[in-house]
Antibody, heavy 122, light 106 residues
Framework: QVQLQESGPGLVKPSQTLSLTCTVS??????????WSWIRQRPGKGLEWIGY???????YYNPSLKSRLTISVDSSKNQFSLNVNSVTAADTAVYYC??????????????WGQGTLVTVSS | DIQMTQSPSSLSASVGDRVTITCRAG??????LNWYQQKPGKAPKLLIY???NLQSGVPSRFSGSGSGTDFALAISSLQPEDFATYFC?????????FGQGTQVEI
């Protein structure tokens, strides 16, 4: 059974870089067929998909955030990570990592981490 | 981006009620529509994928329908553990987008 767990600082200063890691167990992040995503939920708001990585090196980012994002994989630790540069208060959110499955019927997030709150404040 | 609009934003219901939540896409998304349940302080949980396919382990009182732009999630007999917020999500075209959520409360 796959499990995901986010980790990282809960407080980041404005203009700095937000860095989070998702540790995956039960499956290799390097195995083909899975897309590893980051999703966030601002306080009292809905869900916003940030981007994904697949096959360890291929990424796709939400255009609304693309210029500030980096998603990468550390296969040796079975982790994938998110960096968001130049953060502002608008980046305050609960950040989730999730696995996306893709079958001919459709694409969907079947496994999620518990989420981690990141607050941007001086 | 494909806009997803849910209705209602919230609803009050009782245990045993049949509840229906709708989701409308800003353009046709075929059947690339998923439904998630989220309880306070928890991660979303997949209920339905590809419009009408029940995720493994999800009770059969949940069902999904629709195609194109109009979709629905139905709960046939509301149980106490079903009081939560429900989100739809399109996976037809990136960036993936979610509806704003429907809160089901007593």
């Amino acid at each position: 059974q796959v499990q995901l767990q986010e980790s990282g600082p809960g407080l980041v200063k404005p203009s700095q870089t937000l860095s989070l890691t998702c540790t995956v167990s039960g499956v290799s992040v390097s195995s083909g067929g899975y897309y590893w995503s980051w999703i966030r939920q601002r306080p009292g708001k809905g869900l916003e998909w940030i981007g994904y990585i697949y096959n360890s090196v291929n990424t796709y980012y939400n255009p609304s955030l693309k210029s500030r994002l980096t998603i990468s994989v550390d296969s040796s630790k079975n982790q994938f990570s998110l960096n968001v540069n130049s953060v502002t208060a608008a980046d305050t959110a609960v950040y989730y990592c999730a696995r996306e499955l893709r079958y001919f019927q459709g694409y969907y997030f079947d496994s999620w981490g518990q989420g981690t709150l990141v607050t941007v404040s001086s | 981006d494909i806009q997803m609009t849910q209705s209602p934003s919230s609803l009050s219901a009782s245990v045993g009620d049949r509840v229906t939540i709708t989701c409308r896409a800003g353009q046709s998304i075929s059947r690339f529509l998923n439904w998630y349940q989220q309880k306070p302080g928890k991660a979303p949980k997949l209920l339905i994928y590809a419009a009408s396919n029940l995720q493994s382990g999800v009770p059969s009182r949940f069902s999904g329908s629709g195609s194109g732009t109009d979709f629905a999630l139905a709960i046939s007999s509301l149980q106490p553990e079903d009081f939560a917020t429900y989100f739809c999500q399109q996976s037809y075209d990136t960036p993936w987008t979610f509806g704003q959520g429907t809160q089901v409360e007593i």
